[in-house]
């Protein structure tokens, strides 16, 4: 586990450094017009990797080699590396890149505050899961402000201003973000042993999710006048109905179709105001910010993704999980 571990965090570094440039290309390339447009078009790539993913990872799973889809994801990895070599231009002379340093303190802080909250869901004693969630706060917190005081800020000035259209966006990405992890972490499991279902089953229920985001992004990156701030405001409450149908049925004797529903509610509620957040902070940038705002959006989703990832263990571990063990107990635990 402790090699997974290790691949996974070298493997996200990567995914780091690409999905950031994207938004980052977006705000640069196209319009603001069409800016939410755009995003929603991205959210359609994202759905594709995520029904091949199960269905690849499913696959290699039944057959008894599950080491054989992270070989299959490193043949996709180097495909893509040797595309972009041959297929995109070279930097433009004169057009030199900052010379600011790798933020690693300001990194190391949000790393750190991601392990404390996931070292909370690990320990016996109530006081120090407490402590440990403080402690993840504390550097979240002190992370900030070194970022406000630094030359070359990771997040726009204003990040997390509950008085700025930019800081309210970045509050909700994390805050949706942290509502949609647990999803793709925990549900499988459920899935497979409160439902029978195997693996590439399981996969595609839970893929259903993203693509309700996917539909949802589509459906109303066009929207205008008061539309986009009503979809905010509903998307919200739409994942929270999703949450709840999702804990009522998944430890019910229902068909496993009767889920699904609930699912893609979840993945719409967050499809649905996705591309009008990222807008949202992109647009809302104060002078001099508008990149960095850009590049924050993936920054603060992946955080969003991994502190509620974290705060599913805490609560999964504190109620006693067993993923082998399909009885009583792990009904009260799924829901």
Known sequence: MGWIVVGRLVQGFGGGLESAAAYVAVRATFPEAVWSRTIALMSTSWSMSVLLGPLVGGMFARYGNWRGAFVATAAVAFTLAMSAFFILPPRTPGRGTSEAGVPAGRVALICVAIAGMSSASIVEAPLAKASLIVFAIG?????????????????????????????????????????????????????????????????????????????????TAGASGSWPDRLMSAGPAIMGIGLMAIALLLPSPVTTLALVPAIVALGMGIGQCWPFVAHRIMSGAKAGDEVVAASSVPTVQQTGFALGAALAGVVANASGISAGVADDGMVRQAF
Do not use: E, N
Not at 154 to 181: E, N
Not at 183 to 206: E, K, M, R
């Open 139 to 219: 550097a979240l917190v002190a992370m900030l402000r070194l970022d406000r005081a630094s030359a070359a800020p990771l997040l726009p000035s204003d990040a997390f201003s509950l008085h700025t259209p930019t800081g309210m966006g970045l509050w909700l990405a994390l805050l949706l973000c942290i509502t949609f992890s647990p999803l793709q972490i925990y549900v499988p499991i459920f899935l497979q042993h409160l439902h029978g279902l195997d693996p590439l089953a399981a996969g595609f229920t839970v893929a259903s999710g993203s693509l309700g985001w996917t539909i949802a992004s589509l459906v």
